[in-house]
């Protein structure tokens, strides 16, 4: 019979491994101070400080306990109001405009699921950081009144930190800014990589004359622009070695591509993932090599999706790309005559297909390995008939599956069977009420690591009144967020919380966006607080969209909390309301 030892005795390679199903703060939670040993094996995570998704107590503790007593070592630090909302103002309020002398080494910052406001007041903090010459933002929601005051919220990012930030990115789930500026004489000298959601492909040209000394971009377009840069569009831009440009709702043309290629000189690194209405110019390929000839190309990567190919022929297309070293492909749908045309190997991670051209073979079988994040569209209610897709793409994390009235032809049953996915954590839904829940559970049964669900409310509605669907989500999903449309389904929910309870049981996070036409009085958040206690894991509950009556403010929000739920007043939490958002942290 082996001896019985203690969690201390084991040897770091051991411990090493079981902090592997750990988060960061966990760890430092746990272990931290327990005796030298211990404190010495997980010093890596000091220098990492990650506050993102976690129980206020847990975060009030580290915060008070742990973190002044490692500050000095924390060299990237991650400050996260997923989920919560909160938890970058008790953080502020805790180290606020000390930041800089207490993280004297910081020289990574990155903030998660900021609106403008808040945002606004990190930047406040954000002065002689001597290290500190990264940002990332992620998530970041910001309603700007015009262009200019978009400009000037981009223009306090850019010269945060006195100046001394190199390296910002935001990620693909951000506003998208205006460059709104023609004076030649603004400009920001310190920032050599930028990643950023643009509106217009004006932005994008007054963007490059205001950041001289940019080396890497990163850039997505939103919308389409009739207007016309005569200022910006000839200067040219000497230092860009890596460009990396797509677009989300913009119809490109080739002269538009063409002015933005004219003014780069030195890119070495060059990817574009760009869509197009009719413009057949976009697929020849010696024109697209007659613009890139004078880069000194190391890497090219090309993907096309253009609506209306009816005038083009597959073959004729891919003749005309021979001249590039690698290989092309060129895939049309019958139904639509709809065309995508890309470069090998497949180099996109984040990919936004409509149902027809995703589940093409030769394309499938091409894009499997890279993509991570995969929106579908036209999605039909059987969606069985996209399991294939699904099961090519074996390192998707993300999946939305946007419904619509296209019909697929029918594959067999061989071709349906669905692999597990083991990176898939999160799912989104939209318009998905027609959904066959059948061949949805066929789905969530083979997603072992599923944790985060985006619904509508007509989905949740069909979900929560099917019992096999309830035990399937029972002790899997620990993040929901519910968007609600209709009135009459708002009023279901409110009147079924404690059903909503009992079908997404091991919930931690709990978030409801209510568009504005549905948006009423306190109902919702009254009826959540009853049932509180039936969520043993709850650690936030938020809710955008409601409208708390005057004299809920004046009496204060905490108080109302407590005498309307099983809270008291002297427990650890954190509540506050906020231009119709209300956040409880627990």
């Known amino acids: ?237 000497s230092k860009l070695k890596f460009f990396h440009l797509q677009s989300i709702r913009h119809w490109w043309i080739f002269s538009e591509l063409e002015s933005i290629l004219k003014r780069l000189a030195n890119v070495e690194h060059l990817a574009i993932n760009i869509d197009g209405y009719s413009d057949v110019n976009l697929t020849d390929g010696e024109k697209i090599f007659s613009l890139l000839s004078k880069f000194p190309l190391k890497n090219f990567h090309y993907l096309l999706r253009l609506h209306d190919s009816s005038f083009l022929d597959q073959k004729n297309v891919l003749s005309t790309w021979q001249q590039f070293n690698q290989q092309f492909v060129c895939v049309q749908t019958d139904n639509d005559h709809s065309l995508i045309l890309y470069s090998l190997p497949f180099h996109f991670e984040d990919l936004v297909l409509q149902c027809s051209l995703a589940k093409t073979k030769i394309f499938n079988e091409n894009y499997s390995n890279q993509v991570k994040l995969l929106h579908l569209y036209s999605v039909p209610k059987d969606i069985d008939e996209i399991f294939l897709i699904i099961s090519k793409c074996s390192r998707l994390h993300r999946l939305c599956l946007q419904f619509g009235q296209n019909h697929m032809k029918k594959s067999s049953q061989q071709q349906n069977q669905l692999c597990r996915l083991s990176h898939l954590t999160t799912i989104t839904i939209m318009n998905g009420s027609s959904i066959d829940l059948n061949s949805f559970c066929k789905l969530v049964e083979q997603l072992p690591n599923l944790n985060t669900m985006n619904i509508e409310d007509e989905l949740l509605q069909l979900l929560m009144m099917n019992q096999f669907i309830y035990e399937s989500f029972k002790s899997k999903i620990t993040h929901l967020c519910i968007i609600v449309h209709s009135s009459d389904i708002f009023q279901f929910i409110t009147s079924s919380i404690s059903l909503l309870a009992s079908t997404f049981s091991s919930l931690k996070y709990l978030y409801f966006w209510i568009e504005k036409e549905c948006r009423t009085s306190e109902s919702l958040i009254l009826s959540v607080f009853k049932h509180l206690s039936m969520w043993k894991s709850l650690a936030a509950f938020v809710t955008v969209g409601i409208i708390l009556q005057p004299e809920i403010l004046a009496k204060g929000i905490r108080e109302w909390t407590v005498e309307n739920s099983y809270l008291h007043d002297n427990d650890s939490f954190v509540v506050d309301y906020f231009e119709e958002r209300f956040r409880l942290w627990l």
């Open 1 to 237: 019979m082996l001896p019985k030892g203690t969690f201390e005795q084991f040897p770091d390679e051991i411990l090493l491994l079981i902090f592997r199903y750990l988060s960061s703060m966990d760890i430092l939670f746990s272990f931290y101070g327990l005796n030298s040993r211990l404190s010495q094996t997980i010093n890596g995570y000091c220098q990492h400080i990650v506050l993102c998704q976690l129980p206020f107590k847990q975060y009030h503790h580290i915060s008070t306990s742990i973190l002044p007593s490692i500050s000095s070592e924390v060299y990237s630090l991650t400050i996260s109001n997923e989920w919560t909302g909160v938890l970058s103002k008790v953080f502020l309020t805790d180290f606020g405009q000390r930041m800089s002398s207490i993280f004297p080494n910081l020289q990574h910052l990155t903030l998660i699921a900021f609106i403008k406001q808040s945002l606004g007041l990190v930047l406040d903090c954000l002065e002689d950081f001597h290290h500190l010459s990264e940002i990332n933002i992620h998530g970041l929601f910001a309603e700007f009144e015009n262009a200019i005051q978009s400009e000037s919220f981009l223009y306090r990012i850019f010269s945060a930190n006195n100046y001394r930030l190199n390296s910002i990115l935001f990620d693909n789930f951000s506003t998208a800014f205006h460059v709104n500026s023609t004076n030649a004489e603004m400009t920001f000298d310190n920032v050599t990589k930028l990643r950023i959601e643009l509106k217009t492909i004006v932005d994008l040209h007054r963007l490059l004359t205001i950041l001289p000394n940019l080396e890497y971009l990163h850039t997505r377009i939103h919308d389409e622009s009739f207007e016309i840069d005569k200022t910006n569009g000839n200067r040219l831009v």
